[in-house]
């Protein structure tokens, strides 16, 4: 009976946890290839977009596919979904799957990814490791719903690794400006305005920790 107890408390334990906080330096690992294992961030804006940015570091080792971001709506499908499908890096908007291909996959090392989304033309772009992919369209003339989840590490695929430094904006930031996220250096680029890594409203579902990023031994 104790051990029932026991057991019941660490599953609701690991199941769901609640914070908020600034999570700058720190980083969310996906230990196992759970497809139910993932983190969910309330952004800081209520608003439909219309444009947007999103950045991101991750660490893996897989090769094959993984999903890195959703920007997921209550009861709809998937309004934004960034992932890596090889050989090529895929932005799904609404059911409008376009990819981007031509960049090294650089296992065991971060890889720092921005992409760019104008909602008015459709035109949308990945830079990964300060490499810019050629420019093509998606979702023309569109908007994503209000009110979404950010959903980090997989939504319907699966993840391992690490992710961190997640920065959404709610426009096209500049090439400079995702040039200096690229560098790494937070103190020198412009925080994320709909979701800021610095000051973050998370949940966890299943089996995913939040650790110093000094933990990794990653000097790159
Ligand atoms: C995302 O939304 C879809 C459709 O509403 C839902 O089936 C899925 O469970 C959601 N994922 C998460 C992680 O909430
Ligand atoms: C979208 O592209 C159009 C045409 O180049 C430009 O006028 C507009 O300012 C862009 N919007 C954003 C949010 O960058």
Excluded at 52 to 63: E, K, P, Q, S, V
Excluded at 76 to 100: C, M, N, V, W
């Amino acid at each position: 009976m104790k051990n029932t107890i026991m057991f019941l408390l660490l599953t609701w334990c690991t199941i769901t946890s609640q914070d908020k906080g600034d999570l700058r330096g720190q980083v969310f690992s996906f230990p196992e290839e759970y497809a139910s294992s993932y983190a969910r961030l309330a952004p800081l804006l209520s608003k439909p977009l219309s444009s947007a940015t999103i950045c991101l570091r991750f660490y893996t080792d897989r090769l094959g596919s993984i999903s890195l971001l959703t920007l997921n709506i209550t009861g709809q499908a998937a309004a934004l979904t960034i992932s890596r499908h090889s050989p090529g890096y895929q932005l799904l908007i609404e059911d409008k799957a376009i990819f981007f291909y031509g960049f090294p996959c650089y296992l065991n090392k971060w890889n720092s990814l921005c992409t760019t989304w104008n909602g008015s033309t459709g035109m949308s772009q990945m830079v990964i490791n300060k490499k810019p992919s050629v420019r093509k369209v998606a979702h023309a003339g569109g908007s994503l719903g209000a009110n979404p989840s950010v959903i980090l590490g997989p939504d319907k695929g699966s993840f391992m690794g690490h992710i961190t430094d997640v920065h959404i904006y709610d426009y096209v930031i500049s090439p400079s400006e995702i040039q200096n996220y690229m560098q790494g250096n937070f103190l020198r680029y412009t925080l994320g305005n709909y979701l800021n890594w610095g000051s973050v409203d998370y949940s966890i579902n299943g089996y995913v920790l939040v650790e110093d990023i000094k933990t990794l031994n990653s000097w790159n």
